[in-house]
Nanobody, 124 residues
Framework: QVQLVESGGGLVQAGGSLRLSCAAS????????TGWFRQAPGKDREFVAA????????YYTYSVKGRFSISRDNATNTVYLQMNSLKPEDTAVYYC?????????????????WGQGTQVTVSS
């Protein structure tokens, strides 16, 4: 079993930055691929970024490429999402998710464990 807890959300002005953290419990977390998703009010859950268990491979949705960066520290069981040049359309609840296969996936149905989410609000 893996438990995920997100933190780092908040209110920021457009153009600002936030760093989200996802702290995981479980000895085998370092073997899981991990992703970040987001869900805005009235919208479907959307893939944002993912990283393999090794950290060697990452993948981003087009709208955040060049602005967001995903990374992980397996020594501390933590995955990060650095978000720069934030835009009002980035406003959403952000979720951390982990999947048992080591490869990256962009479909939320392919993830086995989820955190409770953290709110990110970007004002214009």
């Amino acid at each position: 079993q893996v438990q995920l807890v997100e933190s780092g959300g908040g209110l920021v002005q457009a153009g600002g930055s936030l760093r989200l953290s996802c702290a995981a419990s479980g000895r085998t977390f370092s073997r899981y691929a991990t992703g970040w998703f987001r869900q805005a009010p009235g919208k479907d859950r959307e893939f944002v970024a993912a990283i393999t268990w090794s950290g060697f491979s990452t993948y981003y949705t087009y709208s955040v490429k060049g602005r967001f960066s995903i990374s992980r520290d397996n020594a501390t069981n933590t995955v990060y999402l650095q978000m720069n040049s934030l835009k009002p359309e980035d406003t959403a609840v952000y979720y951390c998710a982990a999947r048992v296969p080591v490869s990256i996936a962009t479909d939320w149905n392919e993830y086995d464990y989820w955190g409770q989410g953290t709110q990110v609000t970007v004002s214009s």
